[in-house]
């Protein structure tokens, strides 16, 4: 038994009328969730990284060489909240992982660009980051991993 099911028994003890199973994979992933973002956000942090830095680094490298993005596009492509984007942009602009600089086309707008640095950090810290989930996911097979990443996709698009 685990902790789920401890709560489910105790929910069928107190009240047997309610199909609680849903509770099952549910809880079980907020569970999991707890225990893979403190695993990779210590990953990152061996970086000097937050998460959310993390990923804004990530999502510029992965846009492909000059590494450039506007702020627009950059939040849109990251996994963070729009007010949570200009304080990590503050934040790896004064460590000098990224540079913002005017718009060829347009003197209005910025675009945010990986340094040198800021690229080399990420290109290392993708490496751990990729890792530590690959050891997270280990308590899988490779057949259990393919089926749970179909299922989860699966039940994300019903959503996006």
């Known amino acids: 038994m685990d902790h789920i099911d401890q709560i489910l028994a105790q929910w069928q003890r107190e009240r047997p009328e309610l199909d609680a199973w849903p509770m099952a994979?549910?809880?079980?992933?907020?569970?999991?969730?707890?225990?893979?973002?403190?695993?990779?956000?210590?990953v990152h942090k061996q970086g000097g990284l937050t998460t959310g830095e993390f990923d804004?680094?990530?999502?510029?490298r992965r846009s492909g060489a000059p590494f450039r993005l506007t702020p627009t596009?950059?939040?849109?492509?990251?996994?963070?909240s729009s007010g949570?984007?200009?304080?990590?942009?503050?934040?790896?602009?004064?460590?000098?992982?990224?540079?913002?600089?005017?718009?060829?086309?347009?003197?209005?707008?910025?675009l945010v660009q990986l340094t040198d640095t800021g690229q080399e950090l990420i290109d290392n810290m993708?490496?751990?980051?990729?890792?530590?989930?690959?050891?997270?996911?280990?308590a899988l097979s490779t057949e259990e991993q393919e089926t749970l990443n179909h299922l989860l996709k699966k039940w994300l698009r019903s959503f996006e």
């Open 73 to 80: 596009l950059l939040f849109q492509t990251a996994m963070l």
């Open 25 to 42: 994979p549910i809880g079980r992933m907020y569970r999991l969730f707890n225990y893979l973002a403190g695993d990779i956000e210590a």
């Open 84 to 110: 949570a984007m200009t304080n990590r942009l503050n934040q790896l602009e004064k460590r000098g992982l990224i540079t913002r600089l005017p718009a060829e086309d347009d003197r209005r707008s910025l």
């Open 126 to 138: 993708v490496e751990a980051h990729l890792e530590k989930e690959r050891e997270l996911l280990s």
């Open 56 to 60: 804004v680094l990530a999502t510029l």
